[in-house]
């Protein structure tokens, strides 16, 4: 019988961190002008997300917000990655302190681009899924600190 790695949640989060944050730095890039054309869907979406209001947050540009969440994210997840703080609950809730308020600001944001706006943006809800897989992988670890 095979144990399994204690870490491979804060695992997961590390890696998926790292995609979301280069998206939203692809987003934040095309946004201010330096990238070419964004790859998105036929109808746009992603361009109607965007460029609303919606696609700024006290002005400041949501992906650039973004990318700065989900690499402080990915910081706080390689940090939980050292074998002594494999046990300590300190990690988890530094994650959860960063995970849980970005699932509310999606939320926001999810609302005003379909509720709103009635568009649909592909690496919108990328980031939609991937901080929600981050905030059941957090809660998994917080179990598993908790038990150990």
Not at 7 to 25: P, S
Not at 29 to 52: D, H, I, V
């Amino acid at each position: 019988m095979t144990m399994s790695n204690p870490l491979r949640y804060r695992m997961a989060i590390a890696l998926l961190a790292l995609v979301a944050a280069l998206v939203a730095l692809y987003l934040f890039l095309w946004k201010a002008g330096l990238t070419g054309p964004l790859t998105c869907t036929a109808n746009r979406g992603c361009e109607t997300a965007m460029n609303s209001q919606w696609g700024w947050f006290l002005g400041v540009d949501v992906a650039l917000i973004g990318a700065i969440g989900y690499i402080l994210i990915l910081g706080a997840a390689i940090w939980g990655l050292h074998p002594d703080r494999a046990q300590s609950a300190a990690p988890t809730l530094a994650l959860l302190a960063l995970i849980v308020p970005a699932v509310l600001f999606t939320i926001r944001l999810k609302y005003a681009e379909w509720g709103i706006l009635g568009t649909f943006c592909p690496w919108c809800f990328e980031s939609t899924v991937t901080i929600a897989l981050c905030l059941i992988l957090a809660l998994l670890d917080y179990r598993r600190v908790r038990v150990g």
